[in-house]
């Protein structure tokens, strides 16, 4: 009867952790955060997030930017919260030639006139006049991911970053708290904004 109980207990606990994560989540989304200058024309109802934080706090968000769509990405926090900073990284991938191995193996010398010019039988097959071991390197390629840092908002001048990719591909957003001696929470909004275009560059 006590395991049962405790069972009851803690699935009662998690229910209403989950209740009040999902109510504090309604409340910052109704919350204005940005301004309508700021937002500007975008569309911020797909991939933005809103949440409540606390001094200290950090939080990563991966969104996927899709082809042929203008984006706006920034974050926004209440004041009470103090100093907010955030960077957008969009992953990469970089290719390196490296050696594999070297493998000795034996090749036939063939016999050549004084200008360098091979000489062949009445066969017309080259002379051989014996055999040379030589060092074969084999090559291959390594691929790296690596995370480039394409916006902090701690040396940006602007207040948002702005992209219109190629191809379809993910970024993720760091946002960071600074700590205070008096923790205090407050929202949070994550604003991933866009529109279509016909554009066909990545402008970063």
């Known amino acids: 009867m006590k395991t049962i109980k405790f069972r009851h207990q803690a699935a009662l606990l998690i229910a209403l952790m989950i209740c009040c994560l999902s109510v504090s989540a309604q409340n910052c989304s109704k919350k204005k955060l940005a301004s309508n200058e700021l937002k500007g024309k975008y569309d911020y109802r797909g991939q933005s997030l809103f949440r409540s934080m606390v001094s200290g706090d950090s939080i990563t968000l991966n969104v996927v930017l899709y082809s042929k769509q203008n984006y706006r990405l920034f974050v926004v926090g209440e ?19 490296v050696m594999k191995s070297v493998e000795e193996k034996r090749v036939p010398i063939y016999k050549k006139d004084p200008l360098g010019f ?18 074969d390197t084999i090559w291959t390629r390594e691929t790296t991911s690596i995370n480039d840092l394409v916006f902090d908002s701690r040396n940006s001048d602007q207040l948002f970053w702005e992209a219109t990719p190629v191809k379809t591909q993910s970024v993720t957003i760091k946002v960071n708290i600074e700590s205070a001696a008096k923790k205090t929470d407050g929202c949070i909004g994550i604003y991933v904004g866009c529109e279509y275009a016909n554009a066909s560059q990545f402008i970063r």
């Open 118 to 135: 091979y000489l062949y039988n009445k066969d017309g097959e080259k002379i051989k006049i014996g055999e040379q071991t030589i060092q």
């Open 79 to 97: 004041q009470k919260l103090g100093k907010l900073d955030y960077q957008i990284y969009v992953p990469s991938k970089k290719f390196t030639r």
